[in-house]
């Protein structure tokens, strides 16, 4: 007995120091970047082609880009009958500053384009007071974005009605035509796709094997042929001589296609939502609209913002595809104008694409970056 206590100790030790810790860019970067040799000799040649990389951007997009010019001469080299040196590879933004507002709005009349711009005054004016949290009276701001902007919209851009000279869909393009397919696809996929999901996990056999086969059946073609469905297949069940304008059709598309990948990413919130919510709700005696509505949807839906978010963004850039049912979106508009013998350069087209690429990613970023802000500002679960 005694030789075991000889290993007990007698006295404790003393409190050992906290550990170092430096919050400097300098202890960063050495922790990071520059903890041990390996770690440096990768960091350094990352760096350097990181600096590599960006000094060619900047000098291909700011430093040798043209900025003005009225024809391809502008941005065309001695050896390819313009005036610039053999040597220069730079941006040709004067081509973006003469096709910009095609780019824009497509052929709509020039002398009625006040009306787009109106309708984009509009758009900001409505979406904004929506997207801040603090700023009240989110029911009527949603009618007025949801119900009474697109009414508006319509007489606007087609006109008809009120004095307005008539301006065919035909004559749409650009990022006009883009954000009307990507907002009219996200005002309707969504609450078509609650009903879809709801539907899914509905009790009801018919319910739930319509909605399965709908959903299972639009996700199981791409969007093209679903685009291509809308165009020819959609005007075969009306009756002869009733025609649906075109763009009406590529809406049709977008929105049914939004609206079944929508219906899978509110179910996986739905069946995220523990049991004990249904039967706290049904233990007060709700109806099923009422759960449904008051308490598990609003769980749901907060629970799956990235996934809501996530199918907005693809269906964003998917409006690019509406350019095969001979509708010109942003996309489409660009690729349209690398003919036009006005301004055939080599870096016309790569230019046009760079533009087009940067406006996809504003807005794509832009949703992104609101996508993150909601959640943050919504999780409130774990605080006190």
Sequence with gaps: MTDNLAYLRETFLQPAPPPGGDSTVLGWLKRNLFASVKDSVISIIALLV??????????????????????????????QGGTLPDT??????????????????????????????????????????????????????????????????????????????????????????????????????????????????????????ACVTFIELVRGVPLITVLFMASVL????????????KFVRALVGVSIFAAAYMAEVIRGGLQAIPKGQYEGADSLGLSYFQKMTFVILPQAIKL????????????????????????????GIVKASFGDATWLTPVTPLTGLIFAGFIFWLFCFGMSRYSAFMERHLDTGHKR
Excluded at 54 to 59: C, G
Excluded at 305 to 320: A, E, L, Q, R, Y
Aim: glycine residues 8%; aromatic residues 12%; hydrophobic residues 60%.
């Design 304 to 331: 799956v913002i990235p996934g809501i978010v996530n199918t907005f963004i693809g269906m964003f850039k998917d409006t690019s595809l509406v350019s095969i049912i001979n509708m010109y979106d942003l996309l």
């Design 234 to 245: 959609l005007p075969l069940f009306l009756t002869p001589g009733t025609n649906i304008d």
């Design 50 to 79: 990181v600096v590599w990389f960006l000094i060619n951007v900047v000098d291909f997009l700011f430093i040798e880009a043209v900025w003005t010019g009225t024809n391809r001469l502008a941005c065309a080299t001695v050896a």
């Design 88 to 209: 220069w590879h730079g941006a040709c933004w004067a081509y973006v500053n003469a096709w910009f507002t095609q780019f824009m709005v497509g052929s709509y009349p020039r002398d009625q384009l006040w009306r787009p711009i109106t309708v984009a005054i509009l758009f900001v004016a409505t979406l904004t007071p929506l997207l801040i949290p603090k700023v009240p009276r989110k029911g009527l701001n949603a009618i007025l974005l949801l119900i009474v902007l697109p009414i508006v919209s319509a007489v606007l851009l087609l006109g008809g009605v009120f004095g307005l000279p008539f301006v065919e869909t035909s004559f749409w393009g650009g990022l006009m035509v883009t954000l009307i397919l990507s907002f009219i696809g996200i005002a309707v996929s969504l609450p078509i796709g609650i009903l879809l999901a709801l539907g899914r996990r509905s009790k009801m056999p018919i319910v739930k094997m």
